[in-house]
């Protein structure tokens, strides 16, 4: 049995984090720790468990042997650092830290103290994109050439996001920074490293941050990247489309049309409609398995700072209006 601290409400998914731990038989939840501590008392409450306004004593107790980290984003290298000098194993929600450095000193702590650490990329787990991954693997495409990759919701313009998921200094950043992160490690998971990155972020809600933005990336191999996100465009569907030098990809929602210069030959219109492989165990049991049995960690402290890593670039380009390379 897995025994698991929720490190902070703060997040949009925390709730679904403490729900995924509860249905779990081999998991539970025992305590809990907030920055704010009237709302941590009350998520305690809701969760029939302590809540414990010290995190060293959070940390130093003997029925916590993982932390889910779910605080504000600056708050993150702390909390991670803190909780590897404990001996607890840690699963985080994006971004891993505002910036590299910071998410080097946690990869210290970490490989010091030996323990599991897995931040939440679901959409690798997703069997459209695991299919899109092994045909561009395979060479079906050709060389990719252009990649663009979409996320958004309203969550800006129907006021279901709270206050404070638009303060630069816990977050970072806006829409980018959070919703963002699902084309971003989807691009580099696809093309590889980056190389050089251009940002065009603004806001129509009038908050402090980018609520509606777009990165273009360049890479080694020479592809090209658009990476979208808003949070004030709800009705757009989730879209990854890969253009190569023999054929192009086309995935909508859940669904996804190939065409080859072979598809063409003997299909009207070339388009193929393909079924996506087997969606894989979400992150959060991911680590549960690489914790308590031994399983590899697919989304580790590697993938972690890659994702800071750009990032933290594309946010220099926006503040500095220049490109940035790697």
Not at 6 to 18: I, T
Not at 102 to 126: H, L, M, N, W, Y
Not at 233 to 240: A, H
Request: net charge negative; proline share 5%.
């Amino acid at each position: 049995m897995l025994h698991v601290a929720m490190l902070s409400k703060w997040h949009v998914h925390a709730d679904n984090y403490a729900n995924f731990i509860q249905a779990q038989p081999d998991a539970q939840i025992t305590c809990v720790w907030d920055e704010d501590a009237q709302r941590g008392k009350a998520w305690g409450e809701q969760l029939k468990v302590p809540f414990i306004a010290d995190l060293d004593e959070l940390l130093s107790r003997p029925d916590v042997d993982a932390v889910i980290i779910d605080s504000p984003t600056n708050m993150h290298k702390d909390l991670m650092v803190r909780a590897a000098n404990a001996g607890k194993h840690i699963f985080t929600e994006k971004c891993m830290c505002l910036t590299v450095k910071d998410c080097d000193e946690v990869i210290q702590a970490v490989e010091k103290a030996g323990v599991i650490f897995t931040i939440s990329f679901p959409q690798r787990t997703r069997g459209r994109n695991l299919l899109i991954k092994k045909l561009v693997e395979d060479g079906v495409l050709g060389d990719v050439t252009m990649l663009r990759v979409r996320c958004s919701h309203d969550g800006a313009t129907a006021g279901w996001l709270p206050d404070y998921w638009y303060d630069p200094e816990t977050t970072g950043g806006g829409a980018m920074m959070d919703l963002g992160a699902h084309p971003m490690y989807l691009s580099r998971w696809i093309l590889g490293r980056p190389a050089r990155i251009s940002s065009m972020f603004n806001t129509r809600t009038n908050h402090p941050v980018d609520d509606n933005a777009v990165c273009t990336i360049e890479f080694e191999n020479k592809a090209i990247a658009v990476s979208e996100t808003s949070l004030i465009s709800g009705l757009n569907p989730e879209s990854l489309e890969i253009y190569g030098t023999k054929g192009v990809l086309m995935g909508v929602d859940g669904s996804l049309r190939l065409r080859t210069r072979d598809t063409a030959q003997y299909v009207d219109g070339g388009w193929v409609d393909l079924k996506p492989l087997p969606d894989q165990p979400l992150p959060l049991r991911q680590f549960i398995d690489s914790v308590l049995y031994g399983k590899p960690v697919q989304f580790g402290l590697l993938e972690g700072r890659d994702l800071t890593e750009i990032m933290e670039n594309a946010y220099i380009s926006h503040r500095e209006h220049r490109e940035v390379t790697f």
